[in-house]
Each structure stands twice: as structure tokens, then as C-alpha cells.
Antibody
Framework: QITLKESGPTLVKPTQTLTLTCTFSGFSLNTGGVSVGWIRQPPGKALEWIAV???????RYSTSLKSRLSISQDTSKNQVVLTMTNMDPVDTATYFC?????????????WGRGTMVTVSS | QSVLTQPPSVSGAPGQKVTISCTGS?????????VHWYQQFPGSAPRLLLFGNNNRPSGVPDRFSGSKSGTSASLAISGLQPEDEADYYC????????????FGGGTKLTVL
């Protein structure tokens, strides 16, 4: 079965760079039509899509965050890494990674449990 | 301000039917892009409820259904049950510069 798990620091200081890792199993990012995305959710607020990396290594970013983001994949380790620079307290949120596939009309059909990141000095 | 607009809250009694709307624009739902729906319980990750407007993943009861028309979509829940109390989010694709994937602001469903 498909599983995803996010890992990374729970606390970062303002201006620091956040690096999050999504480790997955049950699928391969070498498979056509498969991608892994990142979505975040500030406490008590709505979901916000951040970035996605596709099976062909195509990458897309939220326009409002694009200048601060980088997403990469390590297919040998079944991992996707998201980096976000210049962190600010407004970036405090739970960060989720999720599996997306054309077989689900590109919906996020499997999600990790999420990892809470607090930005504070 | 979310690109897709949902009512902040809806409520219904057990057994009733409720609908949750998701209003977009010509750059997302109105452009023909699919709408997906997610259910989220407090402290948990979202769960895919419907994909491609009205397709249920395995395990989702047929009490949940979706529709799309013009620049809007709706999620209907019939035979409301106490365990349906959760937050619901719609999602679609947007061609404007703001983002690629966009989510609605979420709707809190209360079962009275």
C-alpha cells in the first residue's frame, strides 16, 4: 500500500531555511503519471498547495512562494525534499506531502500525517 | 482569501442531506478543470473523498456525491451521520499566476 511520511525540524528561526523530507513507499516516482506534492495548513486555517514534482522531474511551485522554494526527488531513496528559504512566523503550519496520480484525475489520493513546523525566535 | 469560495459552515440533523458549494471562476472550475473533495478530521491529514468531480475512491460511502456546473461545484452528503462531522475542502486547478493547484477555504460540517 502507498504510504508517505514527512520529517524535518519542528522549530526554525526567522530567516532560516527549512528542509523537509517526504519518504514514501508503495509507488515509484519513475512511474509515468505519478507525482508528489507538498501542501501546508496554518493552525486553524485552510490548505495551501506549495509545490509538486512529477515523474519526469518537472517541477511546479506556488507563484506566491516560488522565489523561496525548491523541490527535488531522490528516486533511489524514495524521497522528495522541499526547501523553503527565509522562513517567517507566518510560515508556521503543518506541512503535508501527498501522492498524486493521473489514475485519480490528479487528485492527492494518499497523504502523509503531516509535520508541524513552528517559526519563532 | 482562497481562490475557491466555500461557506465557512453548514449543519444538518442525522439522516438529512446537506450540500457544500465551491465557487470558482473562469480560470479554474469554469475552464473545465476537475474538482476534488477532501474530508479532514481535527488533528488528522485530509482524506480524498471525491476525485474528478464525482468519483469515489474505494471505501468512500455512496452517501457522498459531487457535481459541477459552470464555475461552481457541490458536494452532497445524504443520510447524514454523526461521524460525518468534519472539515471539507474542494480543490481544482487554476491557470492564473496565483497558483497551479488551489484549495477552497474549507467548510465545517456540524451534525446537530
Amino acid at each position: 500500500q502507498i504510504t508517505l511520511k514527512e520529517s524535518g525540524p519542528t522549530l526554525v528561526k526567522p530567516t532560516q531555511t527549512l528542509t523537509l523530507t517526504c519518504t514514501f513507499s508503495g509507488f515509484s516516482l519513475n512511474t509515468g503519471g505519478v507525482s508528489v506534492g507538498w501542501i501546508r495548513q496554518p493552525p486553524g486555517k485552510a490548505l495551501e498547495w506549495i509545490a509538486v514534482v512529477y515523474w519526469n522531474n518537472d517541477k511546479r511551485y506556488s507563484t506566491s512562494l516560488k522565489s523561496r522554494l525548491s523541490i527535488s526527488q531522490d528516486t533511489s531513496k524514495n524521497q522528495v525534499v522541499l526547501t523553503m528559504t527565509n522562513m517567517d512566523p507566518v510560515d508556521t503550519a503543518t506541512y503535508f506531502c501527498a501522492h498524486e496520480a493521473v489514475t485519480s484525475d490528479n487528485a492527492f489520493d494518499f497523504w502523509g500525517r503531516g509535520t508541524m513546523v513552528t517559526v519563532s525566535s | 482569501q482562497s481562490v475557491l469560495t466555500q461557506p465557512p459552515s453548514v449543519s444538518g440533523a442525522p439522516g438529512q442531506k446537506v450540500t457544500i458549494s465551491c465557487t470558482g471562476s473562469s480560470s479554474n472550475i469554469g475552464a473545465g478543470f476537475d474538482v476534488h473533495w477532501y474530508q479532514q478530521f481535527p488533528g488528522s491529514a485530509p482524506r480524498l473523498l471525491l476525485f474528478g468531480n464525482n468519483n469515489r475512491p474505494s471505501g468512500v460511502p455512496d452517501r457522498f456525491s459531487g457535481s459541477k456546473s459552470g464555475t461552481s461545484a457541490s458536494l452532497a452528503i445524504s443520510g447524514l451521520q454523526p461521524e460525518d462531522e468534519a472539515d471539507y475542502y474542494c480543490q481544482s486547478y487554476d491557470t492564473n499566476l496565483s497558483a497551479n493547484w488551489v484549495f477552497g477555504g474549507g467548510t465545517k460540517l456540524t451534525v446537530l
